[in-house]
């Protein structure tokens, strides 16, 4: 999908829509958003990394330091948490498919997507759903649930 402006009028063309003889130029909302959800991705492919790696500190780093998993969990909790488990873990294989990325109001976007996750424990695969933040000029995660078993 794509937002243009032709002829200083607002339209919306839709997949399959070929528009011939008039000057098609992208509106500088739908270049932002191709640029932000391309920074996006890019943090959940570091974000996949590190925890492949059981790098604990770095993977944590992807988090808004107000993340909280639950209404019962501090996120000061959950940081003890996740690097416990990371440290008990000998390795992990994680596949991410199918991503989607979806600007919100108030400048969030969520990325939804297919998580195969493996390890020397434990294997599941879900459909995730990860809502992002820009904080101080990086995109961090602020929640995160799973959608889909």
Do not use: C
């Amino acid at each position: 999908m794509l937002i243009a402006i032709i002829k200083n009028t607002a339209r919306l063309l839709l997949p399959g829509l070929i528009a011939f003889g008039i000057s098609i130029q992208p509106l500088q909302a739908e270049e932002s958003y191709i640029n932000e959800s391309q920074q996006i991705l890019d943090v959940i492919d570091r974000w996949a990394e590190a925890w492949i790696n059981l790098d604990a500190e770095t993977y944590i780093s992807y988090y808004s330091k107000h993340y909280r998993p639950d209404n019962n969990t501090s996120h000061r909790a959950w940081v003890g948490g996740r690097k416990e488990r990371f440290s008990q873990q000998k390795w992990v294989k994680l596949g991410i498919s199918g991503i989607a990325i979806a600007k919100q109001d108030g400048g969030l976007y969520t990325a939804t997507f297919k998580q195969r996750y493996k390890s020397d424990s434990f294997r599941d695969s879900v459909r995730k759903e990860l809502v992002f933040k820009r904080e101080q000029a990086q995109w961090k995660i602020i929640a995160e649930k799973i959608i889909a078993h």
